[in-house]
């Protein structure tokens, strides 16, 4: 797998950001978590599968 130098220079980004503002970090409630699950639970993805010519 190649790697997207956009996305790693984001990376790098937010892990600067977060050393340098630890103050704005916060956990995810459990409330949250909670919800996402109700909306994703049952959806069945394949991370492996191509995208449809309509997903691309």
Known sequence: MESDPVLGQ???FLARDMEKNPQHLKAISSDLVSHVQ???GEVDLDLD???????E
């Open 10 to 12: 984001f990376l790098n």
């Open 49 to 55: 599968a191509p995208l449809s010519e309509e997903d």
């Open 38 to 40: 109700s909306l994703v």
